[in-house]
């Protein structure tokens, strides 16, 4: 299986969750083939609660890294899990138009370009 695949599933087995007990992992590969990974992190105040995919962005950036290519979304559902929106405008921002890979524990995988689950963004560009 693709690296990446494998890391948003291990990822996902680091989620925090236990107010939804939904589980979701993610992988951000970066433009030197670093893998960035994230999980959901939940909060008492429900509010608070972070997502998988944005734990991964928000990490890969403080690391250093600024170019991506892929992201893989794991969840444990038969209906692929796809980023939220508000995850696909950060990831717009930080990441443009990377491939998105959703998968679940049975393997099953789908691919997409961001731009094409997150058409007419709002990004710098309008307020430069
Ligand atoms: N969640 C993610 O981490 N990523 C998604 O793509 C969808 C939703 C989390 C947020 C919350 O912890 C739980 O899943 C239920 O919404």
Redesign the pocket.
Known sequence: MDALVEAALAARERAH?P??N?K?G?ALEDAAGRIHTGC?V?NATYGL?M???RVAVFKAISEGARQFTRIA?A?DTAVL????GA?RQILWEFCGDVEVVLVNLEGRIERFRLKDLYPRPFDASFVR
């Open positions: 969750a107010f939804s939904f979701v993610a959901n939940e609660t997502c998988a995919e979304v969840a899990t796809p980023p939220c995850c």
